[in-house]
């Protein structure tokens, strides 16, 4: 069963700064890999879709990379702002039935 | 604008009530889905559709039921038998359900025991 690890639950950083956010898995065989975007009480928006044959997508700051072999993602945000304060999901697409796997998300603060 | 929306936003059951959340969508997708929330959670499915007259259940689909009678409503009913229903519920859809597509989401209902 594939299983989705985001670590740490919540990062606080200062504005202005570059960071990464990790998301780990435990099956190689996936088909793709989304991270998301939730504000609090909110639905989710989807910032990066990498298909298990590219290694990175890009769209503005954030730049999101894939390597199945190792099991991991990251999404690394460029020169981070208050308005980047929200919770960051990463989930996997494991089968042809389109299912995701989500992780449990990490909750980031940008402090100004 | 195109996009999905849910009603109500906060939803309250009583003990042994039948609730419905709604989810409508003028996306012109084929595939929807059910998700719910917990806190300190990630989202578990509950029920997808691919096509309209037919959905399959997801990971956590006891106590819940579903309909796709038209391409643009996918409602989910949170029956009696579901004993933990209070939970941050989520819809969402997609053009054909394939694998290389992103999900949109709405902006989520949140249900509260009484």
């Known amino acids: 069963k594939q299983e989705v690890t985001q670590i740490p639950a919540a990062l606080s950083v200062p504005e202005g700064e570059n960071l990464v956010l990790n998301c780990s898995f435990t099956d190689s065989a996936i088909y793709n890999l989304q991270w998301f975007r939730q504000d609090p009480g909110k639905g989710l928006t989807s910032l990066l879709l990498?298909?298990?044959?590219?290694r990175e997508q890009t769209s503005g700051r954030l730049n999101a990379s894939l390597d199945k072999s190792s099991g991991r993602s990251t999404l690394y945000i460029a020169a981070s702002q208050p308005g980047d304060s929200a919770t960051y999901l990463c989930a996997l697409r494991t089968g042809a039935n389109s299912k995701l796997t989500f992780g449990k998300g990490i909750t980031l603060s940008v402090r100004p | 604008d195109g996009g999905i929306t849910q009603s109500p936003k906060y939803l309250f059951r009583k003990e042994g009530q039948n609730v419905t959340l709604s989810c409508e969508q003028n996306?012109?997708?084929?595939?929807m889905y059910w998700y719910r929330q917990d806190p300190g959670q990630g989202l578990r499915l509950i029920y997808y559709?691919?096509?309209?007259?037919?959905?399959q259940k997801g990971d956590i689909a006891e106590g819940y039921s579903v309909s796709r009678e038209k391409k643009e409503s996918f409602p989910l009913t949170v029956t009696s038998a579901q004993k933990n229903p209070t939970a941050f519920y989520l819809c969402a859809s997609s053009s054909t359900g394939t694998y290389q597509e992103t999900q949109y989401f709405g902006p989520g209902t949140r249900l509260l025991v009484l």
């Open positions: 559709s691919q096509i309209v007259n037919d959905f």
């Open positions: 990498i298909q298990s044959s590219q």
């Open positions: 996306l012109n997708h084929d595939a």
